[in-house]
């Protein structure tokens, strides 16, 4: 039993969106030292403060040599990674005695004795979390929801939104709230949870062990975005073309897309499963107990995230360069 914080940290994917929030969040606390595996080859740029290894990904030992002596490693892959690197990952996390993972499932609550079995990205990740454990790991998820800015900005296929034409397709009536997160709050929650002890009396990291973390920024709607981009660029609907389309029929379209090769209709799948009426684990924010109170989480302003996105539009933001 350990009640001092963990203090040694290893984080995949830290010159990303995500992994950069988390690895900003834990050197602001000083309480840390964050490693960050690269590959030999990689040119994307980490936070100052923080230590790089580079590693070969099809070398093991490469990997696991990176982890020794880490007592958490925090996983962030993006959807272009190999099926199967983050089960080499665990695999090299394992062999390097590492106790404890974050895996790749942020996103929104993940149920297995209550799991739609056609939501085939639910299934991976969820399988992924279960490979992870089976190796003898710890795990601890953050469910986050959906990522705020990042959705809102990406374009049409994802929130429905396309920014810099100033379109949007309302799903249904546009009224269906989902339980969203900004990067940054993710990132304090990564931190706040690695200021409690790792064990002993509660609250402690311990608390989430093979469990998750339920946290959120927001709790919004089409219609709730659409006002606040209002407020935030100075339009009113009149300045929008809005358009409406049913859930299921964009899903439909997005399975055809994809069946054609095109990779947005994932997004339109994907998205679509959130905004759809049935799916109630979309909006958990409003039934679950969130822990962003034991983790110190501030309130957040709508407006503020709101235009973060349309500066990441405005300053030709391309996200998958």
């Known amino acids: 039993m350990s009640t001092k914080p963990i203090e040694r940290v290893c984080i995949v994917g830290a010159t990303g969106r995500l992994g ?24 994307g740029q980490l936070p100052e403060g923080i230590k790089a290894v580079k590693v070969d990904y099809e070398d ?11 007592q958490l490693l925090v996983i962030t892959l993006g959807v272009g990674a190999p099926q199967d690197l983050h089960g ?47 190796l003898g790991l710890s795990t601890i998820i953050l469910s986050c929801g959906i990522w705020y800015e990042w959705s809102l900005a990406l374009g049409e296929p994802w929130f429905g939104f396309t920014i810099k ?28 949870l690695l200021s409690l002890p790792e064990s002993g009396a509660s609250p402690c990291v311990d608390d989430f062990k093979n469990s998750s973390i339920l946290i959120n920024s927001f709790r919004v709607s089409q219609r709730d975005m659409l006002d606040s981009l209002h407020r935030v660029m100075g339009t009113s609907d009149s300045d929008w073309d809005i358009t409406y389309e049913s859930v299921e029929k964009r899903m439909q379209d997005g399975a055809a897309e994809l069946q054609k090769g095109i990779r947005t209709g994932f ?31 501030p309130k957040e ?11 990441m539009v ?6 998958f360069a």
């Open 88 to 134: 080499r990952i665990a695999a090299a996390a394992a062999k390097a005695g590492v106790p404890k993972v974050m895996p790749n499932a942020y996103g929104y609550p993940m149920d297995k004795d209550n799991l739609d079995e056609e939501d085939t990205f639910a299934v991976g990740v969820l399988a992924q979390v279960e490979e992870v454990q089976r």
């Open 20 to 43: 950069g929030a988390f690895a900003k969040a834990l050197l602001h606390t000083r309480k840390h030292t964050v490693t960050a595996l690269t590959r030999a080859d990689s040119t």
């Open 267 to 297: 997004a339109k799948i994907l998205y679509g499963r959130a905004f759809h009426v049935a799916k109630q684990n979309s909006d958990y924010a409003a039934t679950r107990q969130m822990h962003n109170g034991i983790l110190g989480l």
């Open 301 to 311: 302003d709508l407006d503020e995230a709101t235009k973060r996105a349309v500066d």
């Open 314 to 319: 405005q300053s030709g933001w391309t996200p």
């Open 165 to 192: 034409d100033r379109k949007v397709t309302m799903f249904d009536d546009g009224k269906k709230i989902l339980t969203v997160s900004t990067w940054e709050q993710c990132g304090r929650a990564l931190s706040g």
């Open 60 to 70: 093991e030992s490469s990997i696991v040599e990176a982890l020794k002596g880490q």
